[in-house]
């Protein structure tokens, strides 16, 4: 087992990962940027070093980075999620370095961090994927049409190297494809630096199912059930929920052996996730593997009891993974809503800002994974999710209501937050029934949106204030 691990991330993740190598007795060094030297991560770490003084280059240096892990004597890299984590040539240099790579084989990386190289991959596998083409760039506007055409509308337009949601365009008609071919290609060219892009057909309303696969170095894989993620905003996750609530438990295993096909199919080592989508025969299809932890991973280890982040070091170890798949089963059924520091009303334009006011929900089953605090200032230079909530109860019905609860509870003042919103979703009778799909959001935003701006607590503030204005306090 390793006795030191550098983690190269920020936020709540290297917060996550820290507490999971402390678990096991292990230290952690943590890296930052001048901005964030008041970060929790930073004050947790057995120990810190600033990398830069630039807010990303802290985190995207990878040289600085391993130079920072060699001089301290660190053993191996956790990358987290986000950043460098989807970096092939970063893992490569971690790996010729003589550092252990927490994740799988840089070749793996670049592989399936190709989308396009991934599902012929798959294809080639016998894995289902959604109909679609080769990439397009070097096709005419007419050419592109004709393809399109014998796909049939809608298409959906992809950065093979996209992630995020970003490099995503939706497309209906023949007379919008260049406007948004190019639309994504300078997205993708923006965010990724390679402006390859493929079509495929668009499945309406489908439900974003994905498995979690966990693989030793023997070969040894095995999945860990399926997350809804569904819900989304701009492609975006904000919702997620394991085990899926309306998934039939044949669904649930014809699935569950294609992820784990699939997972064999690309060599796969340590935490992985393979995303599908569903339609609404039931017909299943592969999108694209995740080769790193996931944000919502907590909901997975609360179902199932399995400590992912400390699995995927054990494993990077050479520890052998000793489950049968048969014998990984749910307990109840888990929620996590993504809380960000966000504006709802104005477009959710993040809202940095200092955090005066931060009661965190608590009680039975209630989680939360977050680097924030009283007091702390959120710099406006990063992701503006702040806090993940998890809730966990025996059924989905009873884990809707554990959420509100928990939401209401909440209270983070100073910055506004989706707290309301995510409130309204926890109360809507078609979240609650298990009816939704990736339009979801879309197709309730209106409904969903909080009406008032100021919240109740706010309301008794400014009350208390004017009572003690007037009692010449
Ligand atoms: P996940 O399934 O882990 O939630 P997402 O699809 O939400 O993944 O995000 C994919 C990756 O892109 C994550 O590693 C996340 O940190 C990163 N990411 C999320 N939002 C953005 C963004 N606005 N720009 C660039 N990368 C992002
Ligand atoms: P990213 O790497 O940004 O996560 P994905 O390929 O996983 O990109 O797609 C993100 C989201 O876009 C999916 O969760 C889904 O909602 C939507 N999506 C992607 N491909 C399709 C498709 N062929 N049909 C319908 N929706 C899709
Ligand atoms: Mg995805």
Redesign the pocket.
Known sequence: MFSKILIANRGEIAVRIIRACNDLHIKSVAIYSRIDKESMHVKMASESHEVSADPLKAYLDGDAIIEVALSCGAEAIHPGYGFLSENAEFAKKVSEAGLVWIGPDSSVIARMGD?KAARDLMQKNGIPI?P?TDIINNCSIQEIKAMANKIGYPV?L?ASN???????R?VRSDHEIEENLNACKREAMAFFKNDDVFM?????N?K?IEFQIIGDNYGNIIHLLERD??I?RR???LVEIAPSPTMSLDLRRRMGSVAVAAAKAAKYTNAGTI?F?VDDLGRF?F??M?TRIQVEHGITEEITGFDLIGRQIRCAAGEILDLNQSEVLHQGYAIEVRINAEDVANDFKPNPGKITTYYPALGPFVRIDSAVYKDYTIPPNYDSMIAKLIVRASSYDLAVNKLIRALEEFTIRGIKTTIPFLLNIAKDKDFRKGNYD?LYLESKMQELMPNETINKDDIAAAIAAAIAIKAGY
């Open positions: 989308k959604v679609g959906i992809k996209g992630g995020g949601g970003k490099g995503i939706v495929e057909k668009y499945i309406e489908p974003h993620c569904s989304q492609h975006q996750k995303e989508l299809y999108m694209e995740n990736t």
